[in-house]
Each structure stands twice: as C-alpha cells, then as structure tokens.
C-alpha cells in the first residue's frame, strides 16, 4: 500500500517575491508526440518533468523512438517520422492522464500494428468514449472496456484511416486533438468544428512542426479546424513556457492574501487557457501582464498580482471551457470573495480526475464556507469562513490538493490535506514554492 502523503497548512502569511512554476503540461505532453513523429530532432526547454508528462515519453520511447533527458527541463528527440513508430513490447501506460490517453489514441489508430493503452485505477474510470467514437468513424478498430472505459486496444486497419467532418458534441480539447492527431494518417481532409471555443495547442504546434492547419472562425462561438493526412512534420525547438493552471494557485493565494505582491515569470497566456485571469478579474483581482512576447507560437508573460477585495459573481458560461481546469483554486477565490459566486455549465468538472463540483464542496463546507453544489456547477457564499473540521480529503485529485493548500491561508484553524501524493503529476515542487512565497506547509507521511 502507498503511503498517505499529507498536507499540513497553517494559516495566514504574507506572499512577497518573484516565482517561476513548472512547464506547462499540455505542451509537454504535445512537445513529446509532435517531436517523435516528425522528422529530425527537435530540442525541448522548460519540459514539465511531472509524472504524467513523463509517462508519454516513456510510451514513445517503447515505441522506438530515442529520447534523450529530461534533465532540468531539457528533452531532446530523434523524430522517426509519421510511419516511424514501432509495435511496443508491453502495453503503454499513460498513469493519470487522461490527456496522454486521449491524444495517443488518435496517433496510435492510425498505425500498423496493435497497441494497448492502459492507466491507473483514476484513468481507468474516465469517459474514452468520446475518443473512441469519431476514431471508429474514420474507420479504426479500437476495443475498449465495458462502458467504454480504458483499457483501449488498437489494431491496425486494412484500408487505413479515413478522413471525416467530425462536430464535438462538446467543446473538448482533447477529443479535437485526437481527431486532428489520427487525421495525420488518414486519406483526405479531416476537419473538426468545435462549438464553443477550446485549447489551440495542438493546430499551433503543427503549424510549427510545418504543417498546414486551417483554422476559420465560423460565428461567436464555433471554430473549424482541418487538416490533410499524409504530411511531413519538421524538427523544430520547443521552449515550454509555465503552466496557466499551475500558475492559478498563485495567482489565487495572492489575490486573497494581505499585503501580497507577487510575480510568477514566464507564464503561457495562451487566449484559450486564459478563462482564470478573466473570472479573476471580473472578481476584482489586481493582475497585470508585464513582458509580454511570443515564444514557439505561445504568448507568454509575467503575471504581476497583488492583494484585493474579491466580490462574487455569476462565472461567465463561454468563459468555463477556458478555465475548467482552474475551477478548484476559483472556488477558493470564491469563498474568499463577498457575496455570492454563481457557476454553471460546468458538468464537465464531473468526469476529471475527480468529481470536482463534489470533492470541492464537500472540502469548502468542511472548512466552514456555505457552499452548495448543483448538477452543472456550484453556490458559494463567500466571505464569512467559520471554524472547521480540519480534514480534507483530495480523492487522489493533484488541483483539489492544491486548491485547499491555498484555502488554508483564510482558514481559522490548521488544515490537513490526504492523499497529496498525485501532486507529483502535475506539479513537483508546489510546496516547496508555497513555503517560498511565505506560507507554512509541512509534508508528512502516514506510516514512517
């Protein structure tokens, strides 16, 4: 049995200082799959040595592919070009990720020999449907297990893959990506229209690995992307900028914190992911861009914030999809706000590593906030945090580990956080940089 790694947080602090927070694991993981289908060697900088982002290139490496690193951050990859992979010896373990999952899907349908995806006991329990679906369509023959869980086995088709004009049912990322992924191996143009705005990490990067996306707006909300199968990819230099999601927790523990005054460097403001500073600001949050420019095809900058009075709000609905992810630190920015904050359309939250909406209730209310979940979001009544039972549990989920981490700088008495151990996943040195900036958070194991 693992050891229940826990949290201690005392409350209060000042934050003060400049941070610079781990790469970002959507291009990490991208910088990997992209690297090793294309042909030359591409050199990664600011790669997120997490355990998810590390499990894809673990995968491509038993797929033949010869990696070198991490080390501090730099990864260098010998593409071996579209029909380069090789059938891996043992089934690929993908660990946490779901995005790792679903992206290998669309690479792995359209190759010549049969391959297994398989994860952790979370993974295993996450929709693959939605992935499984459009690839069936374009012709791949994939099994998955009963409700259309992970494990997926792949097999190779006789006829290959086939283009398709694929509508989300849903605006996802991750399903736009393994389509446009396996569209790379199909005959003809595969588009995809998603119907409300989601990351663009992928059509920017193919574009900078060479190959041409074509991206046109079809109204407000509706985007079509598409591509022909049967192109090159190019080499290119990757310098991974900081991760959005991880930079929220800071963004949010500033924001609520005294006195604070904090800069968190070199962040991806990429405008699909930049949902949190938008509801943060709506809030009233104190943020400003400094130094902004452009690297690899991402916008980065630095995020200056400084304390402020949060008020409640009703959470723009085209707003969510750009900041799903950063939902469990909102949350606390809510409860810390006065009035109430209103979210909705947000079912989503459901079906990540955790049901969020519930985990994050259940933990805001045994710290004493009012907060009531509902089927596509949640009712926070901020401002008036009372006494608590102190215990937390994360459900193994690495945001609602660190979403109450920042909670505890509100709390009236200490908070102690289970199940922290899936922190690693996504964010490595987290406490570390907490203690940095100026709260107190010890780490202890149960059972040493």
Known sequence: MAKNVQF????????????????????????????????????????????????????????????????????????????????PSNPLDMGNSGTAMRLMAGI??????????????????RPMKRVTQPLSEMGADIDTAEGGMPPLHLKPTKTGLNAIDYT??????????????????????????????????????LK??????????????????????????????????????????????AAIAPEADLVIEHVGINPTRTGVIDILKLMGADITLENESTVGGEPVADIHVKSSKLKGIKIPEALVPLAIDEFPVLFVAAAAAEGQTV???????????????????????????????TPDGMVINGGQQKSQVGGINSHHDHR????????????????????????????????QLVNQIGMTVNVVKEGQ
Not at 53 to 64: I, R, V, W, Y
Not at 169 to 194: D, F, H, I, R, W
């Open 400 to 431: 609602i580990s660190m979403a109450m981490t920042v909670a505890g700088l509100n709390a009236v008495d200490d908070i102690v956080i289970d199940d922290c151990a899936n922190v690693n996943t996504s964010f490595p040195t987290f406490v």
């Open 343 to 373: 979210l909705t359309g947000a079912e989503e939250l459901r079906v990540k590593e955790s049901d969020r909406i519930q985990v994050m209730a259940d933990a805001l209310i045994a710290v004493g906030i009012d907060a009531q979940p």
């Open 168 to 205: 989300l049912p849903m605006a996802s990322a991750q399903v736009k990506s393994c389509v446009l992924l396996a569209g790379l191996y199909a005959n003809g143009t595969t588009s995809v229209v998603e119907p409300a705005p989601t990351r663009d990490h992928t059509e920017r990067m």
């Open 108 to 125: 792995l349908a359209g190759q010549d020999f049969e391959c297994t995806l398989i994860g952790d006991a979370s993974l295993s329990k």
């Open 8 to 87: 201690h947080v005392k409350p209060g602090g000042v934050l003060k200082g400049r941070i610079r927070v781990p790469g970002d694991k959507s291009v990490s993981h991208r910088s990997i799959m992209l690297g090793s289908i294309a042909e030359g060697t591409t050199r990664v900088t600011g790669f997120l040595e997490g355990e998810d982002s590390l499990a894809t290139l673990q995968a491509f490496k038993d797929m033949g592919v010869q990696i070198e690193g991490p080390d501090q951050g730099n990864v260098t990859i010998h593409g071996v070009g579209l029909r380069g992979l090789k059938k």
């Open 208 to 253: 900078g690995f060479g190959y041409d996306v074509k991206t046109e707006k079809l109204d407000s909300m509706q985007t079509r992307v598409e591509l022909k199968g049967g192109g090159v990819l190019k080499a290119m230099d990757i310098d991974v900028p900081s991760d959005i999601s991880s930079a929220a927790f800071f963004m949010v523990a």
